[in-house]
């Protein structure tokens, strides 16, 4: 368990390089202008971290931490627990446009999503590459994701279209659609 000290230093780190990459492309950002702009030394940011791509690893945990998986099945406790991911994500808007321009929330999701589905369905990883049917979801995962986040990202642009509630129903309509098309060819 890390100290306050410590807690806050990271904090400061994180918070300073999401607002850098506001501005700028991460490959852009040297150590030195991150830990000017935290007000921390360069000496006190390596006994952290070893790399700005540790930084980011931890700002990418962290929201990822906060992700909802649910079934495509609309449920009132799924609906509920996407409403609130979405409430997070507004709540978090820069750290999640940075995250999502770097491609790394995406491709995060997309990864435990697949993990979830093969130990959700009893398929031992070593055989997933094998298994046809998995290929073919893993497709839909994809598809679902980078669909899904896109979706998001442009809702954050013009929050007015939708409250949270009505975005969390908008997916959740379209990740049916998409789930019975899956399962239709997967039948084929």
């Not at 950002?29 to 007000?39: Q, S």
């Not at 609309?74 to 999640?96: C, D, G, H, P």
Request: hydrophobic share 35%.
């Amino acid at each position: 368990m890390e100290n306050r000290k410590v807690r806050l230093t990271k904090s400061a780190l994180k918070d300073a390089l999401v607002e850098l990459m506001s501005e700028r492309p991460l490959e852009k950002i040297t150590v030195t202008a991150l830990c000017e702009h935290a007000d921390v030394n360069r000496s006190t940011f390596y006994s952290h971290y070893e790399s700005l791509a540790d930084v980011v690893d931890d700002l990418e945990g962290d929201f990822l931490s906060h992700v909802t998986y649910f079934t495509a099945e609309k449920s009132s406790e799924n609906l509920q627990l996407l409403t609130k991911y979405l409430e997070y994500i507004r709540a978090n808007r820069r750290l999640f446009e940075v995250l999502y321009k770097n491609g790394r929330i995406v491709q995060g999701v997309c990864k435990e999503s697949e993990r979830l589905y093969l130990k959700q369905h009893n398929i031992p990883p070593e055989e997933a590459q094998s298994s046809l049917r998995v290929r073919r979801h893993r497709l839909y995962i994809r598809y679902a994701c980078t669909g899904t986040y896109q979706m998001i990202y442009d809702w954050l642009q013009d929050e007015e279209t939708y409250s949270p509630r009505q975005m969390a129903e908008a997916i959740f309509s379209l990740s049916t659609m998409v789930g019975q098309s899956d399962q239709r060819i997967a039948r084929n």
